[in-house]
């Protein structure tokens, strides 16, 4: 379950390097950024970026990942799949997604997305679709899926 090594995950020409890899507020918690390459070019610094939870006594381990909304869907997917693979059994996954995913989630259910398919492809159940307003505290739209 350790991210660092979909560091230099390569699909076609572009690949991912992990630029940020540090401790977040409690020590089992580290907060990640994954640029953008083409060829030797960096494209995008902020590609991927999240926390991961690695688990303590009774919490399980979670992820949660967002991506910059400026890519097409499949090329964030081909990055985003080696993410779910390194999660344990009984872990679960945040993906924090863009304004045109929540327009097609009001008339559909998360499965039936590409986020959704996706999940499915790599053994993922349970689906939680998670925008909780706040008082101008918001988190991102997520949508949760379990490894079972």
Do not use: C
Request: no cysteine; charged share 30%.
């Amino acid at each position: 379950m350790d991210i660092r090594k979909i560091d230099e995950y390569q699909y076609k020409d572009y690949y991912i390097k992990l630029v940020v890899f540090k401790r977040g507020r409690f020590k089992e918690e580290m907060n990640f950024v994954f640029s953008l390459y083409k060829k030797e070019n960096l494209i995008e610094k902020f590609f991927l970026y999240g926390k991961i939870f690695y688990g303590r006594d009774y919490y399980r381990p979670w992820l949660e990942i967002a991506y910059n909304e400026k890519y097409d869907y499949e090329l964030i997917e081909k990055f985003l799949e080696p993410f779910l693979l390194i999660m344990p059994k009984n872990s679960h996954v945040m993906i924090n997604y863009d304004f045109h995913m929540y327009k097609v989630l009001l008339s559909t259910e998360p499965e039936n997305t590409w986020l959704g398919k996706m999940f499915l492809r790599n053994g993922y159940r349970n689906f939680k679709n998670w925008y909780i307003p706040e008082g101008y505290k918001e988190g991102s739209y997520k949508l949760q899926a379990e490894k079972l």
